[in-house]
């Protein structure tokens, strides 16, 4: 079994290692015309307060989404290990610049270029350079945002072919710790 500190720490390593299959997320939010899912980095963990961390563009689609249901699921697959990890939380934007400016300040310069289109990501490519002839490192980073999910309850699955393995981790608030389940697989 992995008991949710193990997962936690898991996480952890996969925000810090860039080739670990946990890195890439699926962050699923309530769209428009139903579900949308899309991947994204997970940048930073910190599990003193349940948070995975997202860098994105204050323009994309997925914000308006959040904006109008914050609750998001996230999806994990780790193929060599055999282990998924579903997560459901509330994801809201970080509101501390000084926070913001320091996740700003550790992007590599050349992905500071993809925050700085002229137009807004998804929309309609209607100049051949949207990435900016008329590029600035100022429109950029007014750009750039920070999502941040909070984590109500994750469920870990380990595919094993003597006998699948499912734990389901919810957050009890009162009790202030991780209440875990085993799942019939
Ligand atoms: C491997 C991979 C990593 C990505 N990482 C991010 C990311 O960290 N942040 C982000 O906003 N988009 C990221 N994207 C792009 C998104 O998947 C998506 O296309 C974009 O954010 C627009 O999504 P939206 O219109 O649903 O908001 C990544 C795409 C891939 C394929």
Known sequence: MQTSAEI?????????????PWRVVALCTQGEQGPAARSVILRKV???????VFYTDRRTDKLREVAACDRVALLCW??????QLRLTGRAFLETDMAVVDRCWTGVPDAAKRDYGTTQA?????????????????????EHFTVLNVEVAEFEFLQ???????????????????????????
Not at 8 to 20: G, N, T
């Open 8 to 20: 936690w720490r898991l996480l952890v390593r996969a925000s810090a290692d860039r080739r670990h």
């Open 121 to 141: 990501p998804g929309s309609p490519l209607i100049t051949k350079d949207a990435a900016g002839a008329d590029f600035t490192l100022a429109l950029a980073r």
């Open 78 to 83: 780790d193929a060599h290990h055999r282990q």
């Open 159 to 185: 595919l094993d072919r003597e006998q699948h393995q499912r734990w389901r981790h919810s957050w009890r608030e009162a009790a202030g710790a991780w209440e875990a389940q085993p799942l019939v697989p």
């Open 46 to 52: 910190q599990e003193d307060n349940r948070r995975l």
